[in-house]
């Protein structure tokens, strides 16, 4: 096997010579992290661990085209050269990176004799994994340990690879056999029972210690693989093995993580935990030491103290305490969640409408004009009996007439032909009806894949607003019925003024009734609260509210503080003036007040 490895050139070295910049690190034990994300790798250098950080390798993305292709494969394992003398393994085998072939890293260099053998990916595989190969290395150099160790690992959902050899030679090349390996394979008879993927985990009643560490890491944590409990013959029946530790459970009473000691070594095995580099941290400061104490020669000497045997008084009651509050708090939380999720679809059609197009944005855009206030909403498509007739997709009844809206959700921004297609329908309403008192809208929810503060806002051209000013009909963009909604909660503008706008003719904008223009600032202070105005015959005072808009959107504020002349006012009307707010501002921000009744 070890042919298929790379050279090693630089992995002789320790973490502790390779970062210089690391003071003080502790020798003992030495630790090999493979596949563990650098934000852990960090906080255990922190705690000036003796860190190795290396790889099974990641995922490689194949150009295998067609049933012709095949390409040469070396294995791109990062272990350090002196494997034997480590103490701790790490391992996340969920980790997926994938990256692109380069043909340059698969060629065997500065190889002796007249043979060598590679790897070889072929059609139609486009991902080679290397990971159940390299786990299989790394389970027979840590084999060559002999002494106890520590290995720690990260689960994932059980599968096998099969790779497929080949010989090379100065005139050919020879295909040969092909095997299977699996990504467990970096231990002997790991006691695998189905891949299942959860969330809800049960601690087991293992020992106090490592029992709170796990229930304090539980949020977050899902779990990939279940196992089975192996046995042992003992008076002549079968009975659990007694060197098998179940940790966790899932609600199926399924076990998702243990522990097991294997001649005097201890193996680990943890679900997918959210913060790995808090967990890691306190298991090898606080909880390995204890288990194997002959690897962790520079530890607290004490260590011990922390067997429930030893502990002080009232400790355990302080531990259940603590226990009790954070089940509370997850309790608390999924409450909570729940309210959040509840809430989400309470509200989802104000998401629908700036997301969706076809009848989900019709049906969305119903529910939206029934809390606007209007009685009598029909979504048109429901009840037409022709499908072939142009027609609109919402009839809105009004005390003064019929509200006709045409609605569409597209990719880009709309063509004069959409905006104009309402009045065709408009016109036949009317005729209809004996009498011009219908109005049309169109709506539209464009550039729908984008967030909408990156879209074209208003939608329409200087032309579209002027023909629809002339054909006397509306344009809108569900983006600012998006925003009227907030805008009416925050009683800027009332249902009743927001309906009555519906009915106008070109761009429809929703602005408060009364509004005198005050100024936009250019000059801005103190991260936003202090802004600089210039007003002429306009009283504005201390405690007065003001309304500021920016890309259409408005809220309120309170006027904390004026000064003018750099001297502090209770009002003014006149002049430059600083106005301290009691909420933040931005440039390009119009600041209004409401005109006195």
Request: glycine letters at 4%.
């Amino acid at each position: 096997m070890g042919l298929f490895i790379k050279n090693k050139t630089m992995m002789n070295k320790d973490k502790s010579s390779m970062n210089d910049d690391i003071k003080e690190i502790i020798e003992r034990p030495r630790i090999c992290c493979l596949d563990l994300d650098t934000s852990v790798i960090d906080i255990l250098q922190q705690s000036k661990f003796n860190i190795y950080s290396g790889t099974l390798g990641k995922r490689i993305k194949v150009p295998n085209v067609d049933k012709f292709s095949n390409h040469q494969i070396l294995l791109q394992n990062d272990f350090p050269i002196n494997i034997h003398e480590y103490d701790i393994f790490i391992i996340d085998l969920n980790n997926d990176d994938i990256i692109d072939y380069n043909p340059n890293e698969h060629i065997i260099k500065n190889h002796t004799g007249k043979e060598a053998i590679s790897l070889l990916s072929s059609y139609p595989e486009t991902i080679f994994d290397p990971k159940p190969l390299s786990s299989l290395i790394l389970n027979n150099e840590i084999k060559q340990i002999g002494r106890p160790f520590l290995l720690i690992a990260f689960t994932t959902s059980s599968y096998d690879v099969e790779y497929e050899t080949i010989k090379i030679t100065e005139t050919n090349t020879f295909r040969q056999a092909s095997r299977k390996y699996n990504i467990y394979s970096l231990i002997d008879n790991v006691p695998l029972s189905n891949p299942k993927t959860g969330k809800e985990l049960l601690v087991s009643d293992i020992r106090e210690d490592l029992k709170i560490l796990l229930k304090s890491n539980l949020d977050g944590a899902t779990y990939n693989q279940t196992f089975y409990h192996p046995t042992k013959w003992k008076d002549d029946e079968k009975v659990p093995d007694g060197n098998f530790i179940p940790l966790l459970t899932n609600s199926s009473n399924e076990i998702v993580s243990y522990c097991e000691i294997v001649d005097k070594s201890i193996f680990f095995f943890f679900p997918q935990i959210k913060s790995k580099a808090d967990f890691l941290n306190d298991f090898l400061l606080n909880i390995a030491p204890e288990l194997l104490p002959e690897i962790f020669p520079f530890s607290t000497k004490f260590s011990w103290k922390n067997n429930e045997a030893y502990w002080v008084p009232n400790h355990k009651q302080l531990l259940t305490e603590k226990i009790e509050i954070e089940n509370e708090y997850r309790k608390k939380l999924k409450e909570k969640e729940k309210q959040i999720d509840n809430n989400i679809k309470k509200f989802e059609f104000l998401h629908k409408i700036i997301t969706e197009t076809g009848d989900d944005l019709v049906d969305a855009l119903v529910i939206y004009f029934k809390w606007l206030g209007f009685s009598k909403v029909t979504n048109v498509d429901k009840t037409k009996t022709k499908a072939d007739v142009l027609e609109e997709d919402i009839q809105i009844e009004l005390d003064n007439g019929l509200l006709i809206i045409e609605c569409k959700g597209i990719g880009g921004t709309s063509t004069d032909a959409d905006c104009s297609q309402i009045s065709k329908i408009k016109y036949r309403r009317s005729k209809e009806r004996g009498k011009f008192d219908v109005f049309a809208l169109y709506i539209v929810n464009h550039q729908r894949y984008l967030p909408p503060l990156n879209r074209k806002n208003p939608p329409f051209t200087s032309n579209q607003i002027e023909d629809a000013q002339n054909d006397e009909r509306g344009l809108l963009s569900t983006w600012q019925l998006f925003n009227l909604y907030f805008d009416i909660e925050n009683e800027i503008i009332n249902k009743e003024e927001a309906r009555k706008t519906l009915l106008g003719y070109g761009l429809v904008e929703f602005k408060p009734n009364n509004l005198i223009f005050i100024d936009e600032p250019n000059e801005i202070f103190k991260n936003g609260e202090v802004c600089i105005v210039n007003i002429s015959n306009i009283n504005i005072s201390i405690g007065e509210e003001i309304i500021l808009e920016k890309n259409g959107q408005f809220k309120k504020a309170i006027i904390e503080g004026i000064q003018l002349n750099d001297k502090p006012v209770s009002s003014a009307n006149n002049g430059e003036l600083g106005l301290k707010l009691n909420v933040k501002i931005k440039k390009k921000t119009k600041i209004w007040k409401r005109a006195s009744s």
